[in-house]
């Protein structure tokens, strides 16, 4: 196993608090701690990182090797970053009892090899990920989640952070308890994505034998399409209203016509299979400008 490089440094300063009538020099740490270490890595390594609370931002790039960078604001946590054969362990260990909120912030900006595999654990803050196209998996409890370029299997939960995915490719699970999950310029061929109050705003390709599910208990559910699209629908919400604005052959291998608050038939040939649900949320199925 090959050392890793490290780097840190600290800083603080005293700071002057004017008291009316009153110029005293008082001691105001303000804290800042840095690190920086580089591991050498074979072929998909394995990253790992879980931290309380603060932004994680993951890139890819071309050399095969993990640059790990941490900011801690306080010394009320400690951060770590080890090396167990293709195993990178990135953690923030909380050391203070006493500690608010904002003193267990760490944020940190990591690079990986494209094939890297990534494990995050995020409670509040955000995390990024960009071109990583190996598999992943993202928990958090408020962090939002953002990725774009990924390609993989991706599984990503959440309660309340929201989770937006720009050209992603692979296979998809998101769920979230009240979170929005937008998906842009899709490029998968297998997605399911859930909320309960959230909103769903689905907009890419419907790739030939794609399976896209969509549900939520309220809120509102918006898909994008093209006239030239491809795709069996399935919509359905239980008190809500269905909006639609796709011609569908109903009769398309015996589907039968849209009953109520429900919504079936086919868009062209019918290629991919798309299934919309909600309890009492709007469904709209609406062209793309």
Request: glycine fraction near 8%; charge should be negative; hydrophobic fraction near 40%.
């Amino acid at each position: 196993m090959s050392t890793p490089s490290v780097s840190s440094h600290f800083s603080g300063r005293k700071a002057a608090i004017l008291v009316p009538g009153l110029l005293a020099l008082t001691a105001v740490p303000v804290w800042a701690k840095h690190l920086e270490k580089h591991f050498k890595v074979e072929a998909h390594p394995i990253v790992t990182i879980h931290n309380p609370s603060g932004t994680i931002t993951i890139k890819a790039w071309t050399k095969q090797e993990v640059m790990v960078m941490a900011d801690q604001s306080s010394d009320a946590v400690e951060v770590e970053a080890d090396q167990t054969n293709n195993r990178i362990d990135i953690m923030t260990h909380q050391v203070s009892d006493s500690a608010s909120p904002d003193q267990l912030r760490a944020d940190y900006q990591v690079n990986v090899p494209e094939d890297a595999e990534l494990q995050i654990h995020d409670d509040s803050g955000a995390v990024n990920v960009a071109n990583v196209l190996g598999d992943m998996n993202v928990e958090t409890i408020g962090a939002g989640v953002g990725m774009a370029d990924t390609a993989g299997y991706s599984t990503i939960s959440t309660v309340s952070g929201s989770f937006q995915c720009l050209r992603c490719a692979g296979r998809i699970e998101v769920k979230s308890i009240s979170g929005n999950i937008n998906l842009d310029d899709l490029r998968s061929y297998d997605v399911q994505a859930q909320t309960s109050t959230g909103k769903i705003v689905f907009n890419g390709e419907f790739l030939p034998n794609g399976s896209y599910r969509l549900k939520n208990y309220s809120g509102v559910i918006e898909v994008r399409f093209s006239p030239i699209d491809s795709f069996e629908l399935n919509a359905a919400s239980v008190k809500g209203d269905v909006i639609n604005e796709a011609k569908l052959d109903s009769s398309h291998h015996g589907f039968l016509p849209r009953v109520g608050n429900s919504l079936i038939g086919a868009l062209n040939a019918g290629r991919a299979h798309l299934e919309v649900n909600t309890f009492n949320g709007t469904i709209n199925i609406l062209k793309r400008n």
